[in-house]
């Protein structure tokens, strides 16, 4: 039974949520509104939160130095790819983790788990110069495959998730029905899973989209993607923070478009198996 | 065709015997049911046959071929599931429809047979429903429809009435009986309900910590248990057993006395009625009597005794006899 809430208790909670929400939206409004000064009121002290003059000549500038639309293409390409080829491997292998489950599984998904735990930057050189020694520097394929080994446990993780809620039964009663492996996971576990693999898949587009040490550390030029362009803002000669801020306004915008038109399926996705 | 032989089929799970070794001969269009309390093996047995289990030793022939090793698929036969394990994305025709896709069928034979099935089990009006959208009969049906296209060597059934109410329960089980008598394919049918077991069964495989007690017809587990196990397991309410000096009498370990096998009125034994159940139909009493302890009593129609009642109880019928190890004399 839902508890009945008095007048008063609603209002403080709804203040409190309103004011968790925005402490955590506020670096988002701050770079967002420092998008639209000049470069003088961006690091005017002590700060403006709203400028005295409003401008656009900062996305102006930034769309006339740089070549947006290949940055963007670079972006959607490594995301996409990435998350593809992962859910490629990441749904065969959660598949046997959770319906063919072997003494060590629980380990292994651990210690696939427990490569997140490791910095980056730890393996950076062997990283780099095997890209280096394979060609791989400065390709849109290298940073694909690169993505999609680092997010890999998340995906395998996730999906493992889903598939142990689907009863094994109807899995095999399909065995039953005469289905192969392969018939299996595609008429019968893809479809019943597929708002679980729709939201790992969304997830893993926005982590591939918003991760920056590769993407930096291995490209220059042809396939650097939007985290790239941002940082291409921060120059040696000094911040420009109108600018950078416009920079990552603009990079930041696609992948808010898709957050906010699939928040639906992410909430669930991400609060999975927490309530049965 | 479709007659089933299990040689010394053994399963264990780690260090546990579930199945230590099983010999039993299903013959060709024959309905027999695994019975047993919970845990006995039943359900392990029937995955055993259907492939879903892999065997630890032994050996398992379906139509005279060893099929110990094949995959579920390439065996023949069908199953229906206690959830129903229907697919739920999918329409009641493409549940129908999936074995013969999985077969490669043609798509027109593939709908000559759905639209048969569906007709056989009164689901041509939800052929474009999904499961979600039907009881929990209508389910049952769409599972029993998508084993019965396939047209296999033999069904088997996993408890598949535990899920439904009383009422459709007693529906289902004389609609899966008829079409036994329709199709005359060998069914399978574990349950751990032994009215069931009793009113489908031509043969009863009676099991226990996964071994067999006793296999027979109906009638002959009851008349003629082998072991206290099997007396006590067939027949509702189960059987009453009595030791010591009543049984000697009787030059037994122990006797057993069916409660419809006692009459209420005149007779030897006496004692207090304490809980008394009327059916209308049946009455159904528990009398307390001194030495021999409590006594099912199971008269027809309407008993007249009530709780507190003194009443004398006479042995009416067949009078079993266990030696000390429980098995029949």
Redesign the interface.
Known sequence: MARAQSPRRMILTTLAAWTVALIIFFPVLWMILTSFKTEASAVASPPELFSASWTFENYVEVWARSDYPRFFWNSVVIAVGSTLLGLVIAIPAAWAMAFVPGKRTKDLLMWMLSTKMMPAVAVMVPIYLLFLQLGLLDTRIGLVLVLMLMNLPILIWMLYTYFKEI?G??L?????????LW?EIL??LT??AIPGIASTMLLNIILAWNEAFWTIVLTTTKAAPLSAFIASFSAPQGLFYAKLSAASAMAILPILILGWFSQKQLVRGLTFGAVK | MGKIQLTKVRKSFGEVDVIPGIDLTIEDGEFVVFVGPSGCGKSTLLRLI?G?EDTTSGVIDIDGKDATNL???KRG???V???Y?????MTVRKNIA??LK??GMDPAEQDKRVARAASVLNLSSYLDRRPGQLSGGQRQRVAIG?AIV?EPAAFLFDEPLSNLDAALRVGMRQEISELHQTLKTTMVYVTHDQVEAMTMADKIVVLNAGRIEQVGSPLTLYHEPRNKFVAGFIGSPRMNFIDGAEAAKHNAHTIGIRPEHITVGDGPWEGVVGLSEHLGSDSFIKVEVPGLGTLNVRGPGELGVHHGDRVKLAPAGKMHRFDADGLAI
């Not at chain 1, 095999?172 to 192969?180: N, T, V």
């Not at chain 2, 394990?85 to 994305?89: D, F, I, N, S």
């Open positions: 009863p039964e109807i095999e009663a399909a065995r039953m029905d005469g289905a192969s018939n008429y019968v479809p019943m | 259907a879903l995959p579920p698929a036969l069908a199953m599931f206690q959830s394990a229907l697919y739920p994305h999936f074995p999985m077969a998508r396939r």
